[in-house]
């Protein structure tokens, strides 16, 4: 009696652990759509802590580029979705090279938005083109 209720305790505690462990959230970012993309920058990859907003201000201001051109072209090729980041670098190193870090990230909330209101059409520009 006492190694069933042994048994059954046992398997009972390592049950929900095994549920768990099935939800725990994939770190894999492979993409089943242009799976070629360029790589960011080395100093992107490389930026230290402190300077990650510099970071996602040129990661913000790729997408709203990459909308940009995808809603102005009616295209949504991969060279068109996932260009070469140097329009994106050339961007945040004429406008933003010596700004303050409140300054990026005022411009990376600008950037979002702009980014976020040219996203449903293309959206819509992609699923037609199956590249969503």
């Known amino acids: ?11 009972a505690a ?4 095994a549920a768990e462990r099935d939800l725990v959230p994939s770190l894999d970012s492979a993409s089943y ?8 920058p080395e ?13 996602v201000l040129v990661q913000d201001i790729y997408r709203a ?3 940009e051109r995808i809603v102005e072209t009616g295209s949504c090729s991969c060279d068109t979705r996932f260009p070469a980041w140097e329009a994106a670098e050339m961007e945040f190193r004429e406008r933003f090279d010596s700004a303050e870090r409140w300054e990026m990230l005022e411009a990376s909330d600008t950037y979002n938005r702009r980014a976020n209101a ?5 959206i ?3 699923n037609a083109e199956g590249n969503w």
């Open 33 to 40: 759509v242009c799976v070629e993309r360029p790589a960011e």
């Open 1 to 11: 009696m006492r190694t069933t209720l042994l048994v059954i305790s046992i398997a």
């Open 14 to 17: 390592a049950f929900p652990a």
């Open 65 to 67: 580029q990459n909308l």
């Open 43 to 55: 100093w992107m990859r490389n930026i230290a802590v402190r300077e990650a907003y510099k970071r």
């Open 124 to 126: 819509a520009i992609c």
């Open 118 to 122: 040219l996203r449903p059409d293309a």
